[in-house]
């Protein structure tokens, strides 16, 4: 099998619940990477409902969706 061909993994998927968005983010800060901060808060974000969490923040859709994509630009990247 070629890489190309396997599917990309969604953690979102595996998260069913307040006590699974609490420690998968936990993890993440704990190690304290921003791209994965970045990255858990965007799997949470879609577990979640990511329109839900735009009506419930005052936040439009699609800033969520850009400021938690892989194109957002957590503080370790900034020049």
Known sequence: MKISEMMEFDASKYLKDETDYRLYLAQAFEGGDPVEIQAALGDVAKAR??????????????????????KGMPSSRRS
């Open 49 to 70: 409902g990511m329109t839900a969490l735009a009506r419930e923040s005052g936040i439009a859709r699609e800033a969520l969706y850009r400021a938690l994509s892989d």
